[in-house]
């Protein structure tokens, strides 16, 4: 068992809480700094994606997990992203800039789907987001003379000052760095006021209000950047696949974005890497699983629905808290062995909590 | 003018096969106070088991309607008790994503079937392709059986929440669970009655439909503008579902007629847009606010 024992205010603040945190993560950063020499090249591209996927998470989860509004028009933000990258980089800005823009568009595109959104709580908001979703996808595939249309759009490497990012290990850098500062980011804006007034909406609208938090400010904002992380991560997978279509950025892909949060782990930064992890990889599973299952089984094309909708419900009915959770419960069991209880994570009954009643 | 009569009607049966699915929507939210996302996936598995019990079973079209709507209120009774019952009382995202997966796995798991799942199949209804004329006006039978079933059912749902026991019981629930519970009335059990009935709506809907599009795995896609519908009801109003599906389906047939081409698809999107900004309880909510 770890005692922490606070000797100065700095460790309330630090980032990394204790000489574990130091060492597991810094290990981790060495990994995937010589991934690319460790592992074939099919999983780097796989690494790649999961990066990619983790930084679109994160702004989700910002959204979902730490203030508590739902979106499921998430991929037409990447969409907004990726192809403002695209018509950027095709017009020969360097690519720090371009993906910069990105992001900033699709904040503001966040901000004019925040603010309708502010008048309309939970399922609704669901609801406009959805709708949402689908405007902009049409609009994609109808903006011929920006888009390319349904025919799709190709999207030139990564270039800065004459330097071409155009080889797969130059691209999985960019990844990796861009990944690693939107998690320092999310980390310190957690931790900072503006964080804390996240959370606080999320728990209780009421009584963040009723403590001088201006809702639709704060809401608005965690639109914004959840919006600006999602642009981000658009512009790094429109360079990845190099071609784009809008069928790429439609309602399925923001379902899978809300399962992944959702089975890595609402609430947690972990759950936005774990639930990139589990969405890219699961996948590659289920190919490697349909060898050993008869064939009716195997080779039937909806098996990967299936799948993702049974792991979907297994996750909702018993572990809520994703696989960041589990990994939590088998942390306690290990640390305080062997005093661990069935009971400790339980969660609270309640009868229905009605935003309806008078 | 008789155009745009045309446009009407055949917008309006449409908007009908929203509303019967909105209806499920509106069944729901008002006993679970969330959104299903599966109810899609139910009117298509509904389409998919009158099917079976037409061209397997060999039952005439009304016994295997009889049939279907009985065994899909059945499975939405399964559905309740088996995954939906245990998460009652968390917040009402987890129930949206439950139902997102619900619907992948029925929507996956009949894909999967041998031969049927990948097929489009036609539903061979006794009014297939039949025309009435009425003056120069060309009347779709399909579609005019669409518009009549649904009056037939919504007069049926209202005799039963006005008459029946069960009815006035699931109101109440409805209006208020913890008072309900307290008068004696068993809301578990009418939350599972009212998954039922609304999976034997939904299932209704699948099958006036198929006569109109065909039978197929992703039918169950067109649950997604029923949300519109509801939303442009007022969620929580059993009238509003269908004026809402009517509002909807009129919408985005004359968008598709008189609008440049893609437009129809969005239409209703734009519309729960517009009416979430301007009145986002709908047109018959009520306006509730939260005390604390």
Not at chain 2, 54 to 62: D, H, N, R, V
């Amino acid at each position: 068992m770890r005692f922490l024992f606070k000797t100065s205010y700095l460790q309330d603040v630090r980032l990394a809480k204790h000489g574990g945190h130091v060492f597991w993560y810094g290990l981790l950063v060495l990994a995937m700094v010589a991934a690319p020499w460790l592992v074939s090249e099919y999983w780097l591209a796989q690494l790649t994606f999961i990066l990619i996927y983790s930084v679109v998470g994160l702004g989700l989860m910002l959204l979902s997990g730490f203030t508590g509004l739902f979106s499921l028009g998430h991929a037409a933000f990447i969409g907004v992203g990726a192809y403002t990258e695209a018509a950027l980089v095709g017009a020969g800005v360097p690519f720090p800039l371009a993906m910069a823009a990105a992001g900033l568009v699709s904040a503001a595109v966040g901000v004019v789907v925040g603010l309708p959104a502010l008048r309309v709580k939970g399922i609704y908001l669901a609801i406009a987001t959805l709708a949402f979703g689908f405007i902009v996808v049409e609009v994609f595939a109808r903006w011929e003379s920006m888009t390319g249309g349904n025919a799709g759009k190709h999207v030139k490497p990564p270039e800065l000052l004459g330097w071409s990012a155009d080889s797969d290990l130059s691209f999985y850098f960019i990844c990796l760095v861009v990944a690693v500062l939107a998690t320092l980011a999310i980390l310190n804006l957690l931790r900072s006021p503006t964080g804390r007034a996240f959370v606080a909406i999320r728990d209780s609208e009421v009584s963040a209000q009723s403590l001088g938090i201006h809702l639709a400010r704060y809401k608005t904002l965690s639109f914004a950047i959840s919006a600006a992380l999602a642009g981000i991560g658009g512009a790094l997978y429109a360079h990845k696949l190099k071609f784009i279509s809008p069928e790429q950025f439609d309602i399925l892909q923001s379902i899978d974005l809300v399962l992944m949060i959702v089975v890595g782990g609402i609430g947690s930064i972990h759950g936005a890497f774990l639930g990139a992890i589990f969405l890219i990889t699961m996948p590659q599973v289920i190919a490697q699983a349909k060898d050993y299952l008869p064939a009716v089984v195997g080779q039937a094309p909806g098996l990967q629905g299936a799948v993702y909708g049974l792991v979907l419900i297994a996750f909702v009915l018993f572990e809520p808290h994703g696989i960041y959770g589990r990994w939590l419960k088998l942390r306690t069991y290990l640390q305080i062995f062997p005093f661990y209880r069935k009971g400790m994570f339980k969660r609270q009954k309640s009868f229905l909590k009605s935003d309806r009643l008078k | 003018m008789l155009q745009a009569l045309q446009i009407v009607i055949s917008g309006a049966a449409q908007g009908c096969i929203y509303g019967l699915i909105a209806l499920g929507l509106v069944l729901i939210y008002k006993t679970t106070e969330t959104v299903s996302f599966a109810h899609g996936e139910l009117m298509m598995l509904g389409a998919f088991a009158g099917l079976g019990f037409m061209m397997l079973a060999g039952f005439p079209f009304w016994l295997a309607f009889v049939a279907t709507v009985l065994a899909m209120g059945v499975f939405g009774v399964a559905l309740e008790r088996a995954v939906i019952r245990p998460i009652l009382g968390q917040p009402a995202f987890t129930l949206v994503m439950l139902t997102i997966g619900i619907g992948y796995v029925a929507r996956g798991l009949v894909t999967m079937i041998p031969a049927i799942g990948t097929e489009t199949h036609t539903l061979p209804v006794p009014y297939k392709d039949q025309i009435w004329n009425v003056g120069a006006l060309v009347l779709n039978v399909e579609q005019m059986v669409v518009i009549a079933a649904t009056g037939v059912l919504c007069a049926a749902l209202y005799a039963m929440f006005r008459y029946t026991r069960v009815g006035v019981a699931m109101q109440a629930a409805s209006q208020n669970q913890l008072a309900a519970y307290y008068m004696g009335i068993p809301v578990r059990r009418l939350n599972g009655l009212v998954w039922g009935l609304a999976a034997a709506v939904a299932a209704i809907a699948g099958l006036l439909l198929a006569p109109i599009t065909f039978v197929y795995a992703n039918m169950g896609i067109i649950g997604l503008k029923a949300i519109p519908a509801a939303v442009v009801g007022g969620f929580g109003s059993l009238p509003g579902a269908i004026v809402g599906g009517l509002v909807i389906g009129i919408v985005e047939a004359a968008s598709g007629f008189y609008l440049p081409e893609g437009f129809k698809d969005i239409a209703p999107y734009a519309v729960v847009l517009l009416m979430l900004v301007v009145r986002p309880n709908g047109i018959f909510g009520d306006k509730l606010r939260k005390k604390v």
